[in-house]
């Protein structure tokens, strides 16, 4: 089946600093790849689709310069945080469309910001 | 948009049968999902209905019903690992994922 890896699967940063999350698609090629944010007892929240070689659309209420992203392969889209805050703190998973139908979930990066 | 609604928790003994409902109301629908999620860990595809009617997968079974914008999911002969969150989810458009809040299946021995 098909796998996505992510990472880190988890990081701790300081308020007001950066943050990389790796989203990779590992057998198969993704041309959309969409990541969510998850809190706490709810539910998965899409942030962005993102689309290689192209720009990503955000969705409604989503900081578009706070939330960077790159799609430069078929394989790998990458979610930046920028001066991160401790209420961006969240579960952040990234899926990759096979096909049309089906979206495979990576395994998640859990971001604590102190 | 969409209103996506499912019970927040169930409770159910080993070997009994569960079933999860989801009510939505959607423009674009195309398609509707389910995907089990352990604390802490990525969904994992359950099942997919597009079509109304009901999908038999081993112990899981899908239902829906368009026109009632309306779903369910079986879980037959529960087992103590199947206690999970599970998501339902909605496909608008080409690829979009809208999810409900999810349900808490706990399986008691």
């Known amino acids: 089946g098909a796998v996505v890896s992510q990472h880190p699967s988890w990081v701790i940063c300081k308020s007001g600093t950066s943050v990389k999350i790796e989203c990779r698609s590992l057998?198969?090629?993704?041309?959309?790849m969409f990541w969510y944010r998850q809190f706490p007892k709810q539910s998965l929240m899409l942030m962005a689709t993102?689309?290689?070689?192209?720009?990503?659309?955000?969705e409604q209420g989503v900081e578009k310069d706070k939330f960077l992203i790159n799609h430069a392969s078929l394989t790998l889209s990458t979610l930046t945080v920028t001066s991160a805050h401790p209420e961006d703190s969240s579960f952040y998973i990234c899926?990759?469309?096979?096909?049309?139908?089906?979206?495979?979930f990576g395994p998640g990066t859990r971001l604590t910001v102190t | 948009g969409q209103n996506i609604d499912q019970p927040t928790e169930m409770t159910a003994t080993e070997g009994a049968i569960v079933q999860i409902n989801c009510t939505y109301q959607?423009?674009?629908?195309?398609?509707l999902f389910w995907y089990q999620q352990h604390a802490g860990e990525a969904p994992t595809f359950l099942s997919y209905?597009?079509?109304?009617g009901l999908e038999e997968k081993g112990r899981f079974s899908s239902f829906l019903s368009r026109s009632k914008g309306y779903s369910y999911l079986l879980l037959k002969e529960l087992q103590m690992k199947d206690s999970a969150s599970y998501l339902c989810?909605?496909?608008?458009?080409?690829?979009?994922?809208?999810f409900g809040a999810g349900t808490t299946v706990t399986v008691r021995a």
């Open positions: 989810a909605v496909r608008e458009g080409d690829y979009k994922l809208s």
């Open positions: 057998d198969f090629q993704a041309t959309t």
């Open positions: 993102s689309n290689e070689g192209s720009k990503a659309t955000y």
């Open positions: 899926s990759a469309l096979q096909g049309e139908t089906e979206q495979y």
């Open positions: 209905n597009v079509l109304d």
């Open positions: 959607t423009s674009g629908f195309n398609g």
